[in-house]
């Protein structure tokens, strides 16, 4: 039993409550603010009665009463004040938490970690979140850097929600355990030294290429998309030089130091030196996917996010 310091034993309480019935609440915020049981059951469109059951059937859980006389009317108890004060601000909390959930629905709101290649991220996950930040400013876009195999990694460790990688290597396309959505095919350029006799071709073939000195990775996706290119055009590249960096192979090309292929979304406005030719008659390219674990793919904001990068890749397709 509860008893105010100094005073008399008040009311039993009746015990832990469980389940705090919002229409009553409701239906005494009415009243607070219509002032009689007839007003507030016209607001709620109920009988007076069914106002007076509710408002009864509170006191009656809560152990105090709602009501008291006040004139010819009644008005609230100290017990109630307290009660409808807590109240309002739980209506406050629930009005923003249904705000934050057709957010949400709409892909308007919620938090998607993405993971992806630094090539990716500048040239496809930063653009597309400048246009979530105007089409969807609720919708926070949380960015980890991982190598095109180790994205997957994290998707499948559920440290991201979606991966953007290349569809080369592992994990299969058929892997049950992810949804692959193709974004872009990246065309791929050929970075030349200056001054180099085919510097200034417009017809250049990769094949023209055969005797050069390459730059290339020593393993993973990008040495088997080189490889693979070049063995489409009918030869295997020398490599004279390793790196994976694209300002390092960049520069070093730019230093004389052989020719590589180059990923427009890399080569950029990052050319430097260099000179990048275009290869319209191979036409290779690497191709640039986004993943996200089976199950999620409904989910509005992934939605969003996806919708946002494929608007983005639309822009840098070859044209």
Known sequence: MLRAPGGPPGPAYPGP????????????????????VTAAAERLRMSPSAVSQQLSALAKQLGAPMLEPYGRRVRLTSAARLVLGHAERVFGQLE??????????????????????????????????????????????????????????????????LALSLAVGPPAAGDPRFV?????????????????PLAGSTGLRLADLA???????????????????????????????????????LAMVAAGLGVALVPRLASAGRGGAAVIRPLPADLPARRVVAAVRTGTEQAPPLRRVLAALEAVAGTVKPG
């Open 211 to 249: 005797a050069e000195p390459w730059i290339y990775g020593a393993a993973g996706p990008w040495r088997e998309i080189t490889l693979g290119a070049c063995a489409d055009a009918g030869f295997v590249p020398e490599r004279a030089h390793t790196a994976s960096d694209w300002p390092a192979i």
């Open 96 to 161: 923003r938490a249904e705000a934050e959930l057709a957010g949400y629905l709409h892909g308007e709101a919620g938090e998607v970690r993405v993971g992806a290649f630094a090539t990716a991220i500048g040239g496809l996950l930063v653009p597309a979140v400048g246009r979530l930040r105007t089409r969807a400013p609720g919708l926070s876009v949380r960015v980890v850097e991982a190598e095109a195999a180790e994205a997957y990694g994290l998707l499948a460790a559920g440290e991201v929600d």
């Open 17 to 36: 409550m469980t389940d705090w019935d919002l229409r009553k609440l409701r239906v005494l915020q009415a009243l607070d603010e219509c002032g009689t």
């Open 180 to 196: 692959r959505y193709p974004l872009l095919s990246d065309p791929l350029d050929v970075a030349l030294p200056p001054g180099h």
